[in-house]
DNA sequence: GTGCGCAAGACTGTATACAACTTTGTGTTC
DNA sequence: GAACACAAAGTTGTATACAGTCTTGCGCAC
């Protein structure tokens, strides 16, 4: 357990990462507002440092900052979700080949136990946390691949990626994705590069196609979009 | 001309803007420190305007900042180099494929005219004003792939590409390879997809083998290492 | 009753003020 | 003369204050 994030003074990086933190876990649903008052009191910090905490999530895209107008979680379109899977695409499943070049037995054994905790927290319920965690997972194997600015994209657009599930998400396919990972992580183990990129480029695909990314949807249709007809 | 950094007013963007421009073009070294009161004054706004626009520098890895030890102009490491560009390597030739496969004789004309562009700052002399727009084309082409967010990712690896130039160029290679740029716009234009994919790999490899990411270089090397033999 | 205009409230944008930290220069002691 | 301690200058971190903008609710005219 215990978060890098949770045990720090109140500065504005740690605001960005607790409310990151609560927007991942899909407690702060799309488009909830921001307001820097609120949040400051929230945290116990003034409102400078909690403006520089929505700063750093807007430069994420997780949140949304109109000029006069204030901060809102972000709610990412159709169009920005498929250019976000788009963009894993391109980056994960090669990523998942060096990984696998490249990974130690102590690489694996974090993994495992990565992926030992998101089972424990799917069984517990917490889905949450399990989403937060299975995200992580796609930012561990970057970061075995050794590549930080690989991994610093695919985290933000691992964090993208659980708005566009709160939006999206077809509840149908309620079947943990938990196997890919566990698959994923034997293919790391045993050095199969070529496999993990396949792996990787599938369990993508699955991703993407479980989400319904046809225009009708229901979600982020801003008001004058949704009373047309 | 007229880049739309230029006219605004005192808001944070644009003080980032001016200072990521002044950086791309090599006008501020790698290693400059910031200091907030004195781009404050240059800019005529108060120390809380530059302060966000140099976390949003930050943020792009232009820039560092330490706690209580202010901000500086980055200076990527060797090992920060390549991974800069094995991240464009995974997204700029695929993206080249789809602008080939979508680019309209709009997008070739606005192409062209950036080319042009290019070669009359070279041929003027204005070699930070050539980097920056040599820069510039690749986001162009994701721009036309129809891809913001790979774009957006694109460009601050172009911008973090112009301070790795800045410490690791050799100038031996001093024929600026616009070359293949025009041969990149000559494949789009034909929509040839595969072909585009693999000049803009080539492209990116000639890049890299144009700087010296060999440990002996003399750049960034912060006072401690380089003061040992 | 409907529509317009105006005023109050709420929130954001920017500047300024103060506290804390880091660095540098000076003086004292051994 | 060298090393340490301390003081002063400079710079950043955070809070607060004020000005500007948007929203909303009320009242007045038609």
Redesign the interface.
Known sequence: MSDAVSAMDG?SITVAGRLALAIHEHRLPPGTKLIEDEVGEIFGVSR?VV??AL??LA?DRLVTMQKNRGAHVAQPTIR?AR??F??RS??EP??ARSAAARSTPTDIARLQAHIDEEHLAIHAGDSGRALRLSGLFHVEIARIAD????AA?IAQ?VARSSLIIALYWQKRTALCESHAHDALLRALADGKAGLAEDLMKGHLLDLVSSLDLRGAAAAPTSLKDALRP
Request: no cysteine; proline share 0%; aromatic share 4%.
């Open positions: 500065t400078t403006r520089s700063q750093q430069h920005e250019e976000v788009e963009a391109l980056l090669r990523t590549q930080d600015t690989i994209f657009l």
